[in-house]
T-cell receptor
Framework: RKEVEQDPGPFNVPEGATVAFNCTYS??????FFWYRQDCRKEPKLLMS???SGNEDGRFTAQLNRASQYISLLIRDSKLSDSATYLC?????????FGEGTQLTVNP | EPEVTQTPSHQVTQMGQEVILRCVPI?????FYWYRQILGQKVEFLVS????????KSEIFDDQFSVERPDGSNFTLKIRSTKLEDSAMYFC?????????????FGEGSRLTVL
């Protein structure tokens, strides 16, 4: 089983659509959880941390279910600028483990 | 906004040569990291560094690799005797905290091409 597994994608959606990304992780002792985005050939950029209580930042909502070892990201009212690869990231002590990413393309 | 800076942005080297990649982490951050991403693949952990020593390293980080913080600002990754399969984007990152609340901020990367 992969340490961090994401929807394979790619996702192609029209502007204004709602899109959901799913992620599971194998290490139940993982301590912190994040969503990063990565534009083509650029560095990963932190989108948001993910908490058990769920958290929202504008159009983005992240959820964590520790019992199921499941993380999600919901993007509402998607914009052209949301086109990127979304990376599910799990931290265990000083090591971040990245999923392979799910590519999103938002079309006009 | 403070950022992690990396040099060089691109380095081309011959197989067997030594390469040093440099990073200046965010100034009040205490934890430093190197990650790499082979083209088309996922981001992989190499090493973490805290208090002037390695805190953790991956299976990839073998004797060919070393890290150093030679002064108060730079954090370097040395790759000895480069191989073709070392061609990748190398990202430096830093964080203020350790494993609790320690969001990582990444530099723009150094692309290494080994010929």
């Amino acid at each position: 089983r992969k340490e961090v597994e994401q929807d394979p994608g790619p996702f192609n959606v029209p502007e204004g659509a709602t899109v959901a990304f799913n992620c599971t992780y194998s290490n139940s002792a993982s301590q912190s959880f994040f969503w990063y985005r990565q534009d083509c050939r650029k560095e990963p950029k932190l989108l948001m941390s993910v908490y058990s209580s769920g958290n929202e930042d504008g159009r983005f909502t992240a959820q964590l279910n520790r019992a199921s070892q499941y993380i999600s990201l919901l993007i509402r009212d998607s914009k052209l600028s949301d086109s990127a690869t979304y990376l599910c990231v799990v931290r265990f002590y000083s090591r971040l483990t990245f999923g392979e990413g799910t590519q999103l393309t938002v079309n006009p | 906004e403070p950022e992690v800076t990396q040099t060089p942005s691109h380095q081309v080297t011959q197989m067997g040569q030594e390469v040093i990649l440099r990073c200046v982490p965010i100034s009040n951050h205490l934890y430093f990291y190197w990650y790499r991403q082979i083209l088309g693949q996922k981001v992989e952990f190499l090493v973490s560094f805290y208090n002037n020593e390695i805190s953790e390293k991956s299976e990839i980080f073998d004797d060919q690799f070393s890290v150093e913080r030679p002064d108060g600002s730079n954090f370097t990754l040395k790759i000895r005797s480069t191989k073709l399969e070392d061609s990748a984007m190398y990202f430096c990152a830093s964080s203020r905290g350790g494993f609790i609340g320690g969001e990582l901020f990444f530099g723009e990367g150094s692309r290494l091409t080994v010929l």
